[in-house]
Structures are given as C-alpha cells and as structure tokens.
C-alpha cells in the first residue's frame, strides 16, 4: 500500500468551490512547499479538475507507478530529489502523461535538459500567472487527450491491419482452393464432354458395324444438325438436343433384318407386313430408349421419338401435327428426309420443296436449305448384288476374305477383269459380306 500521509487533500466548505465532473482530467501535483502546493491546487480546482497533491517526490513516484494522470505538475528544487528528475522517472512510467516543471529560474542548462532528457511540455515560473497556470494546464491537458486518442488510433490500427492480413491471407487460401477447385471442375467436365463425344462416335460406329450406310447418314445429320444449332434460332439446350438427336436417332434401326431396311430406303414399307411396319413405325420409340443409356436428357429422347412425324399428322409413331412436334424434332426431320433420300443434292433438295407444308414444317425447311450448302455431303452409298458388279463401280468398303484377306480395297474402280476375280472366290469361298459401291 502506498502511504499517504504526505498527500495533501485539504478539505474545502461546501459551495466554496465546484466539484470536479466524473470525467474530468486527473492531475498531479508535486511541491515540498505545503503552501505552494495548497495553493496549486485549489487553483486547479477551481478550474474543475481532479487533482492530487503530493509533497513528496518519491512518494509521488508510487502514485504515478499505479495510477494514469494526464498531467503531472512538479516544482523543481526539491530536498529528496529535483523536479527535473522526478518528471524524468515519470515519463518513464506514464509516457503519455504531459509534464510541466515550476521553477523560479530558468536557467538555460535547466531548460536544454528539461527537453531533452524529460520532454517536458511546459515550464512555469515562480510566480506564476493565474491565467497562464490555467491555460497551460489545459493545453497539457489538450495534448495528453491527442496523445492517447492517438495511440489508441495506432493501436486500433494495427489490430485492424493484422485482422486483414489474416483475413487476406484467408482470403488468399480460399481464392487458391476455389481455383484448384475450378481447375478440377474444368478437367472434369473436359473429361465428362470428351465421354460424351466417345460415346455418341461409338454410337455411329456401332452403326456403321450394323449398316455402312446408317453409320454414314448419321455422320451427315450431325453436320446438318450442327449447322442449324449454329443459327440464333433455338436455345442451348435445344442445339444440344437437335445435335445429340443426330447421332442417335437410328439406334432404334440396329437389329432389325436388312430386308426391312432395303425397303425402308426404297420407299417400299407397303411391301412389308403389317408386323414389320409396325416394327419400322416404332424404331423412333426404341431409340429413344437406347438414347437413354447415352444421354438421359428427356428432350434429346423427345426429338428422336418425334423425328419421323409428318407436319401434317400422319407421320409415326404417335401421330402428331405443327407445333406439336417439338421444333429440334421438326429440323432434324428435314435433315433426314435429305440425307435418306438417295438423291442427288439438288433432286433431295426439290423433293423437300414439292413436300413443305404436308411432311415438313415450311420454317424448318427453309431454315435447312439456308444452312445446306455450308455442309460438304458424303458420297452416296448404295448395296448390290454379285451378280450386279459393273466395271467402273467404285467399291465404299473392302471385301476380305473369310480368315481376313484383304480382295479388294475401298475406293478401288472395278475393271471386268476385277469383277471376274471377285465372282470366281466367291464360287469357291462365299463372300458373306455386304457390297457396297459408291453412287
């Protein structure tokens, strides 16, 4: 505890002299002269300051040690020590605090080691003006409300900066994760886009094993397919669904016997029974379902389900008519009716003219036909007999022997002589494969 038996707190009669506010600043004061400290003090008082009033300095000391002050007030020739001294020990206990030295003589040595060993803020001379005590005092005052606020802004500051630079550093960790994050989206779905088009091209080659000419048409509906989505004339996932409809739509064909797809492309389904044309009329349903393992997507299965319905209802399989086909399934019609055809391009394309309006959508037509010439078609394939071989024929696929001999290979003219060779193998070992020539 800290002694105060030489603390003077003189008593004073009530009403006699305002009471200091609750915030009002603290100030000590230190003078071995118990007159000079009275009168200090009162002075200050008077002002409405708090004040503590302390004859020794060493005792003063203790005070400073475990209280703040914002001003400490010290005469300078003191028996236990001199005031300059003193306000040095208290600079380093409270830095903040402003000190003010009273002296009777301001002696120039007193002065420089006042500023630079106690960074006093003011000096007072004995005696002392009431007007220039009191205007200094609040000044030092003033200055010790900057210092700290100051300090506190400093302190805040750092604290502010430190909590962001841990928020940008935590920043910075969750940029990196979100951009490894989308890195490996990106190669996913890179990965998932590159499957898909594997899996649409094992689609067509899976038709091209089954019929050379079904794996070709179906190469040719997706450029037309692709050409069309180009246009502004259907949303995203409608050019997604026209395109993917293209490769797909004659899954539902795989199986069926050969007869049934000669008579398909020759126009000649009423040469089939009622059964095979029921088969035929339904292959849009079944590759719809086969679709599915592909691309479950219900508007891809919906274009190849609707890709063989007539604009004027009576298409098949479910007999619908104008704006009831979906639009994809309306294009991917037109684009079928031409790649199908067997025709050249400009007999396909005024075939499509004489039936807009009754099988195809008009709009749908024309939207084909200004797309058209931006497609280089394949060359047109067509199946014959042995017996049919003529010289000058070109071959679209090669025939091998049955242990895999390459006979002939694809694109080579047939000369008579060529025709014969093929016709003598064949007596002796028959040739199961299809022949397939270029039209």
């Known amino acids: 505890m800290i002694d105060l038996s030489d603390t003077v707190i003189p008593a004073a009669s009530a009403g006699s002299m305002p009471t200091a506010d609750a915030g009002a600043p603290t100030i000590l004061i230190v003078d071995d002269e118990p007159v000079v400290l009275t009168a200090l003090k009162y002075t200050l008082e008077r002002e409405g300051f708090h004040i503590v ?30 005031g300059l001294d003193f306000l040095i020990e208290c600079r380093a206990l409270r830095p903040h605090s402003s000190r003010i030295l009273v002296t009777a003589v301001l002696a120039l040595p007193t002065i420089v080691d006042a500023i630079n ?30 210092v700290t606020h100051n300090v506190a802004l400093q302190q805040e500051t750092a604290t502010l900066n430190k909590q962001l630079r841990e928020a940008n550093s935590s920043l910075e960790s969750k940029v990196r994760d979100l951009e490894l994050q989308r890195q490996r989206l990106d190669t996913a779905n890179r990965e998932l886009a590159a499957s898909y088009e594997n899996s649409l091209e094992l689609c067509r080659r899976i038709l091209t094993t089954y019929d050379p000419i079904l794996g070709g048409q179906a190469k040719a509906l997706v450029e037309f397919a692709t050409q069309m989505a180009g246009t502004d004339q259907f949303t995203d996932t409608e050019r997604h669904a026209l395109r993917s409809a293209a490769w797909l739509c004659d899954l539902g064909l ?17 040469q089939l029974t009622e059964r095979e044309r029921a088969m035929l009329h339904n292959h849009p349903v079944y590759g719809q379902t086969l679709a599915a393992l592909v691309d479950s997507r219900a508007d891809v299965g919906e274009v190849i389900r609707a890709h063989h319905e007539r604009f004027d209802g009576r298409g098949y399989p479910d007999g619908l008519a104008g704006e009831s086909i979906p639009w994809t399934a309306r294009c991917l019609s037109v ?19 004489a039936k807009s309006g009754t099988v195809y959508d008009p709009e749908a037509v024309r939207l084909f036909l200004k797309v058209s010439n931006l497609v280089q078609l394949p060359k047109q394939v067509r199946e014959i007999l042995l017996h049919e071989l003529e010289a000058g024929m070109v071959l679209a696929n090669g025939i091998y022997s049955p242990h895999g001999l390459l006979l002939i ?12 060779k093929i016709r003598s193998h064949n007596q002796a070992t028959p040739i199961s494969q299809r022949l397939l020539v270029y039209i």
């Open 53 to 82: 009033s302390c004859l020794s300095p060493l005792k003063a000391l203790a005070i400073v040690a475990e209280r703040d002050f914002a001003v400490i007030i010290s005469d300078q020739r003191m028996p236990e020590m001199m």
């Open 117 to 146: 060993k106690g960074e006093i803020f003011r000096f007072i001379a004995k005696p002392w003006l009431r007007e220039e005590l009191v205007a200094t005092v609040r000044n030092a005052v003033q200055r010790h409300d900057l």
């Open 254 to 270: 795989i199986g069926m016997p050969r007869e049934m797809l000669r008579a398909f492309r020759g126009n000649k389904i009423d």
């Open 335 to 353: 684009a079928v009716g031409f790649v199908e055809s067997g025709l050249t391009k400009a007999a396909a394309v005024d075939a499509l003219l």
């Open 409 to 420: 290979g694809e694109g080579q003219p047939l000369s008579p002589g060529t025709i014969a």
